[in-house]
Structures are given as C-alpha cells and as structure tokens.
C-alpha cells in the first residue's frame, strides 16, 4: 500500500513515524507548500519524491492513498482534489471550516467509491480505548452519566501558533476530539448545551468550555475542556473519565489509572501507555494513538469494511461542535440533527 502526505507541520511528522511502523506501508511522497519543512521532512524520514504544490504530486500519482496533515483552511481544495484523483483519504481533524465545507467534502469522496477517513484519533488513545471497550462490553451496565473532562494549563501555542490565532479555539481544536470520545461511549448525541469563556487574554478565540449532552441512548454526560487551568497535578496531555452505569462506576483518573467498581468488588488497573521509539512524554499516549488510528485504517482498507472514524461518522462529532458553538453564542440547547 503506497500513500502521500501533504502537510509536513508539526504534527504530520508523528503520522511519518507511526506509517514507517506499519508494515506493508510506504510514504512515497511529500508535500509542503514551505520548501525548508518539504526538505527538512524528506531527509529525515528519507522520501525522494516532494513537492511544493499538491495538484501536481496527485497528477503525477503511483500512491493509493493520501494523507492530508494542513491546517484546517486547506481541507477541502486538498479532500476535493484527492477526489479527483480516485484515492483513498485521510484528513486531520477539524474535519472542516463549516458543516457545508463537511458534507460537500464526504459527499466526493463517496460519489469515487474510496474510503474516506477523519484523522480522529483520541478515541484510540489505549487508556481511553480500553474503557471504551470496557462500556460497550456492559461491565458497569447500561451508562446513565459521564463525565468527559481535558483541563490543563500547558502551552499548547509555542508548538501550534495558529491556534492562538483562530476565532475558535478550544472545542475547534481539543473538544472535538472529547466530544467524539462522549459519542464512543455513550453513542449519539440529541441535545447539547454549552458555555464558552476567554480567560487568556493573549489569544483569540475561547479556552474554556463547559457542554452538557443528552445522547440518543439516555445517558447524558458532561464533556469540559480547558487550558486555562493552573493545577497540580498538571495532566496534559490526559483525558480523565468517569461513568456511573446501573451496574457500577467507572473512573480513569490522572496518571491512566482506571477504577471499577461493581458489586463484585473494585479494581485498579494502570493503563499508561508504552512510550514508542520516537515518542516524547507527555505526548506519548497522542503519539500511540496516531499510530493505532492509521492502522485501524489500514486494516479498513484490507478489509473492505469503513474505519470506525470514517468521514460519514465524523460529520457527527463535527456537527456537534457546530451545535457547541451556536448553543455558546445564542444560549440555549441545539439539536445538532438540525443543523
Ligand atoms: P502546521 O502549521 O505545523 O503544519 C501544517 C503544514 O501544512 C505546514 O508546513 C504548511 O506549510 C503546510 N500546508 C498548508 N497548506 C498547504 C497546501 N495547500 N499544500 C501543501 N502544504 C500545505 O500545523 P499542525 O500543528 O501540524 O496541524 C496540522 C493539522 O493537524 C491541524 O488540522 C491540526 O488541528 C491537526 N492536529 C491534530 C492533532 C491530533 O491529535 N489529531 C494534534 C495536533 C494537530
């Protein structure tokens, strides 16, 4: 299996390193807009084949897939291109500048009959993924509350500048990843209702927000995200559960410890994640699940079936951080089918 890569950012280099891992996998071009990164990028994991303007590494094509890495403004000029192309997809999250931008994104890929993939990859985080195992096998029963909860004070801007930058930030960029994770465990979301606040005052967009959802299923969970949150012990970059179902209690608290609590008795499990070879803490259990997520979707592409992250699932989480936003501004709770 042959892919391509656009974007060779900050991020993309941790996709590089988990694609070398996967086995009957090659990265045989690169794609950056800035030369320095291109060339930077293409030394160090050794790709001959780079270029500077993504339309002409797609015409002259021998890859299956596309890896799209670029920040959020290029998505769908890159997704309608590949489109074009017939090739497979993956493309960062947020999915999109718009819901419309989302669908009409989808809608090409589907109308090729080629996978289409949202890099979504919180959800495969090892920790995360073994409670999301945990719930769906019933071991605390039918869940009626959760709490999905990411606040830190680290400096997320030094590394990512834009996001400093943008109108939206932090549901944008952080709570889409635990919204998604809430719709893993819980399922579907009806309603949602949110509160946003800027407390940097360095920055443009919101760094707090606080939704509350009412999923399809019954549960309703409570999905809180900030980085504007000073505290010891600092858990960055850590997503803390926890989850009262019929059966029992779930929580998996800072230092990717999980408690269970059934009438059987309680159990501690440590779930911190293996550090691999080119990881760094704390981001190591990020970097696991980049390479966990590709191989879901690679394994999707062998085995005819959609990732669990497919664009058409995404558009779900993507809508519900629309829904977020419009519940913040209007004040009142939204249906995200309605958007
Ligand atoms: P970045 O700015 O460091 O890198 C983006 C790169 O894309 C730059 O080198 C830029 O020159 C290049 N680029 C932009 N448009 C291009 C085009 N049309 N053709 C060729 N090259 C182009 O950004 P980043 O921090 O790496 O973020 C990239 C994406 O990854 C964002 O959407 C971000 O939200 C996402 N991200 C995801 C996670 C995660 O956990 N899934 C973590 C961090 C960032």
Redesign the pocket.
């Given at each position: 299996m042959k892919g391509a890569l656009?974007?060779?950012?900050?991020?993309?280099q941790n996709q590089l390193h988990a694609w070398s891992e996967i086995e009957g996998v090659e990265i045989v071009a690169l794609?950056?807009?800035?030369e320095d990164?291109l060339t930077q990028t293409g030394e160090a994991f050794g790709i001959a084949r780079r270029y500077?303007d993504?339309a002409q590494m797609l015409a002259e094509g021998g890859f299956d897939f596309v890896d799209i890495?670029?920040?959020?403004g290029?998505?769908r000029?890159?997704v309608e291109l590949a489109a074009q192309h017939d090739l497979h997809v993956i493309c960062?999250?947020?999915f999109a500048p718009t819901l419309r931008d989302a669908r009409a994104m989808a809608q090409a890929v589907e109308a090729t009959g080629k996978t289409f993939a949202i890099?979504?990859?919180?959800r495969w985080q090892s920790a995360l993924r073994h409670v999301i195992e945990e719930v769906r096998s019933g071991v605390i029963g039918t869940p009626f509350f959760g709490r999905v909860s990411f606040r830190s004070g680290y400096d997320v801007f030094s590394?990512?500048p834009?996001l400093a930058e943008g109108e939206r930030f932090i549901i944008e960029?952080l709570g889409i990843?635990i919204l998604d994770v809430a719709r893993a465990l819980f399922g579907d979301v009806d309603r949602i209702t949110a509160t946003t606040r800027r407390i940097n005052p360095a920055i443009r967009g919101e760094d707090v927000a606080t939704m509350l959802l009412a999923h399809s299923g019954g549960a309703s969970s409570v999905v809180d995200c900030s980085y504007a949150t000073q505290r010891v012990l600092e858990t960055f970059p850590e997503t803390l559960l926890e989850i009262d179902g019929t059966g029992g209690t779930l929580t998996l608290d800072a230092g990717y410890r999980l408690r269970v609590h059934t009438a059987e008795g309680t159990t501690q499990t440590e779930l911190d994640p293996p550090l691999l070879s080119w990881a760094e803490r704390p981001w190591h259990n990020?970097q696991e699940s980049?390479l966990i997520f590709q191989r879901d979707f690679i394994a999707a592409l062998r085995e005819g079936r959609a990732p669990e992250t497919a664009a058409a699932d995404n558009l779900k989480t993507f809508a519900l951080v629309e829904a977020a936003y419009l519940s913040a501004r209007e004040g009142r709770t939204i249906a995200p089918d309605t958007l």
């Amino acid at each position: 299996m042959k892919g391509a890569l656009v974007g060779c950012g900050f991020f993309a280099q941790n996709q590089l390193h988990a694609w070398s891992e996967i086995e009957g996998v090659e990265i045989v071009a690169l794609c950056d807009r800035d030369e320095d990164r291109l060339t930077q990028t293409g030394e160090a994991f050794g790709i001959a084949r780079r270029y500077t303007d993504a339309a002409q590494m797609l015409a002259e094509g021998g890859f299956d897939f596309v890896d799209i890495a670029t920040t959020v403004g290029t998505h769908r000029p890159l997704v309608e291109l590949a489109a074009q192309h017939d090739l497979h997809v993956i493309c960062q999250k947020p999915f999109a500048p718009t819901l419309r931008d989302a669908r009409a994104m989808a809608q090409a890929v589907e109308a090729t009959g080629k996978t289409f993939a949202i890099h979504e990859n919180f959800r495969w985080q090892s920790a995360l993924r073994h409670v999301i195992e945990e719930v769906r096998s019933g071991v605390i029963g039918t869940p009626f509350f959760g709490r999905v909860s990411f606040r830190s004070g680290y400096d997320v801007f030094s590394g990512q500048p834009y996001l400093a930058e943008g109108e939206r930030f932090i549901i944008e960029d952080l709570g889409i990843h635990i919204l998604d994770v809430a719709r893993a465990l819980f399922g579907d979301v009806d309603r949602i209702t949110a509160t946003t606040r800027r407390i940097n005052p360095a920055i443009r967009g919101e760094d707090v927000a606080t939704m509350l959802l009412a999923h399809s299923g019954g549960a309703s969970s409570v999905v809180d995200c900030s980085y504007a949150t000073q505290r010891v012990l600092e858990t960055f970059p850590e997503t803390l559960l926890e989850i009262d179902g019929t059966g029992g209690t779930l929580t998996l608290d800072a230092g990717y410890r999980l408690r269970v609590h059934t009438a059987e008795g309680t159990t501690q499990t440590e779930l911190d994640p293996p550090l691999l070879s080119w990881a760094e803490r704390p981001w190591h259990n990020i970097q696991e699940s980049v390479l966990i997520f590709q191989r879901d979707f690679i394994a999707a592409l062998r085995e005819g079936r959609a990732p669990e992250t497919a664009a058409a699932d995404n558009l779900k989480t993507f809508a519900l951080v629309e829904a977020a936003y419009l519940s913040a501004r209007e004040g009142r709770t939204i249906a995200p089918d309605t958007l």
